[in-house]
């Protein structure tokens, strides 16, 4: 077959499959549409099905087909990440700063700490998991952080889920997560800081700043409609200038977004926007993210490590957040919800994860210890707060 039928199979492997097992199966409660995906693209991925059905695999995902899907990836993971960066809301933490300072710093920093423990630990138990590039503390920071990340995205998601979005309680959490994004992306700009290359990143940081303070006067100039074009051709190039510096064009795709103010757009096609990237091209980034899947060290070394980094990121986000709890004294089961909402990883914590392995500070063996990670805590998330807020619906209200 020619390389354009090939492509067009594997895309409807890579929206049937998903969408069968998610309706079929009725797994939206514990794991909605999104999680259902990035597990396909595990299963799809060559430590699956490259092993149970090595043929239908290389017949099907052949290098040229691989290089398009990736194109497409690509640039989906790109918008995904800028209308994060949108979404940020930094006023109202501005406005709660003590509260949302003291949980934010807590529900990152005490993850971070139990991930860099777990990381070292891993580094005792053998090689294979630390990245041909990276130095240590390169490993050590970045898989601490990934056990630290919070989905901004998918947290929105399941708060529209639980009905709480916009509620005080849902608005709250978005402070602390919001603060925590811009934390996650400076400490990798810090871990991908090429000490060969530094002028360079220095450069292009400060040709950024100035060109951003010229990029937000002419969006304030031009009507909405114009906004949303010009936004996308300032996504390509702040992609290629941060790639170019050699930060990562997810870096760039980051701080594109987080220049740019949320009441420049239409909140409800900004909702649709968002709804349509994760529909129409978000699980080609999924089945791209699961191809670099390794089971190289074995399967149980993998899951064991996958393990030992879920009870670090669960156990530290929720040590964090009760601890905040006791500090700005919270009501009885306030921070439990709270520490089980910013536990949520799935798709911030691969982006994290796939640029950690672009720049070989991981290997991919710890990249799918990370990978099953992110997808089992994210899967923890609605059943273990959904009772919770039954019982305790008083709190959706209370604003502090």
Known sequence: MITTELFL?????????????????????????????IVAGILLGPGVMGRVA?????????????????????WAVMLFVMIA??????????????????????ALGMPLVCGCVAALVMLSAGSGWMGLQAQTWQFVLGVGMACAVTALPILILFMEKLEILRQPLGQRILRYASLDDIAIWGVLALILMDW???????????????????????????????????????????????????LHYMVGAFLAGAVMDAEWFDQERMDLLRHHVLLVMMPV?????????????????????????LVASVAGKLMGVHLAGRVLRWGPGEASIVGWLLQTK??????????????????????????????????LTVPMVAPKLARLRELVLRYH
């Open 196 to 246: 060969e290359r530094v002028g360079r990143q220095v450069g292009f940081m400060l040709a950024f700043f100035v060109i951003a303070l010229l990029f937000r006067r002419l969006m304030r100039w031009l009507q909405e409609r114009d906004r949303w074009y010009v936004s996308l051709i300032w996504l390509a190039v702040c992609g290629f200038g941060a790639d170019w510096a050699g």
């Open 346 to 379: 799935a798709l911030i914590m691969i982006i994290f994860a796939n640029i950690l392995l672009d720049k070989a500070v991981i290997t991919s063996d710890t990249f799918t210890a990370l990978l099953l990670m992110a997808v089992a805590s994210t899967m």
């Open 54 to 74: 090595p043929e239908a695999y290389t017949f099907v995902f052949t290098p040229a087909v691989i290089q398009s899907l990736n194109g497409i990836a690509w």
């Open 285 to 309: 980034f999924f089945l791209s993210t699961g191809l670099r899947t390794e089971w190289a060290l074995g399967g149980y070394a993998v899951f064991a490590a996958a393990a030992l980094l």
């Open 9 to 37: 199979i594997a895309m409807a492997v890579i929206f049937s499959l998903p969408w069968l097992v998610w309706r079929l199966g009725r797994t939206d409660y514990w794991a909605p549409l999104v999680v259902v995906q």
């Open 85 to 106: 960066g949108i979404e940020l809301d930094l006023k109202k933490a501005w406005v709660h700063r003590r509260e949302s300072g003291i949980t934010a710093g807590l």
